[in-house]
């Protein structure tokens, strides 16, 4: 390869412009590409998360590649996203022997056996399940139903709907393509919908959540008109399409981690229309999957009560310290320091506020609560002072930089829909307006925010 060619395509790997790279090396004729411009190839079409495309470039210069320690490692980091795990194990070893100093293919050999471990034991503990079940009895033989939801106003609001007809099950197995398990319409039909007074799930290994369990908000009913249905505008569909989980099957359960992970039905082993199991994904690992249940109903009857994994002190605590220490986003220290003469110690005022916060609620979440919907106020305020020209969109789109994903001072995650709905609440009380495309609080609606977030403070 040409050093001025080699020069470019570093720089467009620098600039993520992995794409340019693929487009201007195909157009070279295959004679023309060398052993460096082919591992090139390779490398961007990894960074695109084509894995397929990459291995088909690696494999037409293995003889090359064969005592290249570089090119075993791109190999293995193909099959790793691939998570083909063992064969990532072969290659991510050798590049280790013929590297010993590349951290790089060490780290990604330890995950690699890690992930190989973990796959191992979902296997075995799938089969194990499968041969305990009992076919022969009705759904939740011996199961006293009546006692297993929660009765609460958020419940029926966000989760509960009247019992499903068979005609909008026909409908919605249609929209999402897969056969409902005859133990969750069973269930659905008893109450359709709700959040269990039992919202833990043990597991063998760790996930985002905990070592040995899982936790889940609510169990989505079967419909469309609440938030939390299968169907509704935060239900599988929504979490597929905008937030990118696998669509392998359907999401039944939302999480705490408020969209950062989810428990589905599993239909990759059995069809659309066969059993499916239950597992967990984790968005905050690269959507890792953790098989729970060979059925809904096995899952179902699994879930435990969570003072058997009361950690909320700890919780409490660690939150408590986030908001009075954490060091504030890039973005909220901005918008801080630019509305800082509207405020004094504006800084500490948002803190005493998170703070109580998180002393009523046990952890640093806003929700659609009044001292929730106050920060919304303030975060809008702050955003909108320092960027007037801003429209709708664009503030949804930049919400999660200032606090949501704030780093120390932050929640690490929230559900988009609270944000949406707070806004348009503000819209159609007249507090927020919009004018060639921006959007903005009326003054009278600002100063009555600035009010609010001093004398909330100011009782913390």
């Known amino acids: 390869m040409e050093q001025e060619l080699k020069t470019q395509i570093m720089q467009w790997h620098e600039d993520s412009e992995h794409q340019q790279i693929i487009d201007t090396l195909m157009k070279m004729t295959p004679a023309d590409r060398d052993y460096d411009i082919i591992n090139s190839m390779g490398r961007a ?4 998360g084509l894995y397929e495309e ?8 293995a003889t090359q590649g064969k005592n290249d320690s570089l090119w075993h490692f791109r190999v293995g980091y193909s099959y790793y996203y691939m998570k083909r795990y063992e064969e990532a194990i072969d290659v991510l070893s050798t590049a280790s022997e ?22 191992q034991k979902s296997q075995a503990r799938r089969a194990r399940s499968k041969q305990q079940q009992d076919s022969g009895t009705a759904p939740f033989e011996g199961m006293d139903l009546n006692r297993f939801w929660e009765d609460s106003s958020y419940a029926r609001e966000q989760y509960v709907s009247a019992p499903p007809t068979n005609e909008l099950i026909a409908s919605v197995e249609e929209e999402l393509g897969y056969r409902l398990p005859a133990s969750y319409i069973a269930l659905m039909k008893h109450q359709n919908g709700g959040i269990p007074h039992h919202t833990s799930f043990p597991t063998d290994e760790a996930t985002s959540w905990a070592e040995d369990h899982i936790a889940i908000t609510g169990i989505m009913g079967i419909g469309r008109d609440k938030s939390y249905s299968i169907c509704g505008d935060l239900g599988s569909p929504f979490m597929i399409e905008e937030w990118g989980y696998p669509d392998i099957g359907v999401v039944i359960c ?9 428990v589905m039905l599993d239909y990759r082993h059995c069809g659309k229309n066969g059993e499916p199991e239950v597992i967990h994904v984790d968005q905050e690992d690269d959507y890792e999957i953790t098989f729970l249940a060979p059925d809904f109903e096995t899952f179902f009857r699994g879930l435990v009560s969570d003072e058997e994994y009361d950690t909320s002190e700890e919780v409490k605590e660690d939150d408590l310290l986030k908001v009075t220490d954490g060091k504030f986003s890039p973005l909220l ?3 801080c320091a630019a509305q800082a003469s509207e405020v004094e110690e504006l800084e500490s005022k948002i803190r005493s506020v998170c703070n109580r916060i998180v002393k009523e609620k046990g952890h640093f979440s806003f929700h659609a609560d009044e001292l929730s919907h106050l920060m919304y106020d303030v975060q809008f305020w702050l955003y909108v002072g320092a960027y007037p020209a ?11 930089q200032i606090i949501a994903f704030g780093g120390e001072f932050g929640q690490n995650g929230y559900a988009p829909g609270f944000i949406s709905d707070w806004l348009d609440k503000r819209i159609n009380e007249g507090l927020i307006i919009q ?3 921006a959007i903005r609080f009326t003054e ?3 100063s009555a925010v600035i009010a609010k977030l001093i004398a909330e403070a100011d009782t913390a």
């Open 254 to 262: 939302d999480c705490p981690s408020a969209g950062h992970d989810v």
């Open 98 to 119: 013929l590297d010993p100093d590349d951290q790089h293919a060490a780290r990604l050999l330890d995950w690699s056996r890690s992930k190989w471990q973990k796959q």
């Open 435 to 437: 004018e060639n495309g």
């Open 54 to 61: 990459a291995l088909e470039q690696f494999a037409s210069i």
């Open 45 to 48: 079409f990894n960074n695109l």
């Open 333 to 335: 220290a901005e918008l």
């Open 390 to 400: 801003t429209s709708r969109q664009q503030y949804l789109d930049t919400y999660s």
């Open 444 to 446: 009278e609606a600002r």
